[in-house]
């Protein structure tokens, strides 16, 4: 077991290209399963994104703008996803008050318990749960977040 069976690769440059890879191919895991997961509802990965977002702001309303801003990945069309959701009667979109130019989106009734439903089924898709400590599952979002931090100052200079 190792990424270098998983990918049939015996060899890397150093520990951390090996990393870095590694992480690559388990993002691309980590996805795939949440995709399975989140099929059973018809939500997919970016689409649970923008409703957990919605219910981190319940029952305030936020702009299309805010949720680009918190979405995992920013690639996604947050606009396009916001109108799927609406069609499925998971949120509500209103004129902003103070910018006719805005949309106010917010997470309905309906939305909060789909949340609650795949909530339920949490443990068949949290990264590590039932094979990572708590310890170490914290160690590992530190060593991310260090990673990550790297990457952002280079991309900042």
Known sequence: MGIEKDIQQGKFKSSHQK??????????CIHLHTSH???????????????????????KAITVNE??????DKSSNASRIVEKLKAKKFIERKECEHD???????????????????????NEFVFGNGTLTAAEAETL????????????N????
């Open 100 to 122: 006719r130019r805005q949309v106010d989106v917010s997470i309905t009734e309906k939305g909060l318990s789909i949340l609650s439903e795949i909530d339920e089924k949490e």
């Open 19 to 28: 990393a870095g890879i590694n992480i690559i191919y388990t993002a691309s």
């Open 37 to 59: 997961v989140l099929k059973q509802f018809d939500l997919t990965p970016p689409q649970f994104n923008v409703l957990r977002i919605l219910r981190g702001q319940f029952p």
């Open 67 to 72: 949720i680009i801003n918190r979405m995992l």
């Open 141 to 152: 979002s530190e060593l991310l977040d260090k990673g990550r931090l790297y990457l952002e």
């Open 154 to 157: 280079l991309n900042n200079k």
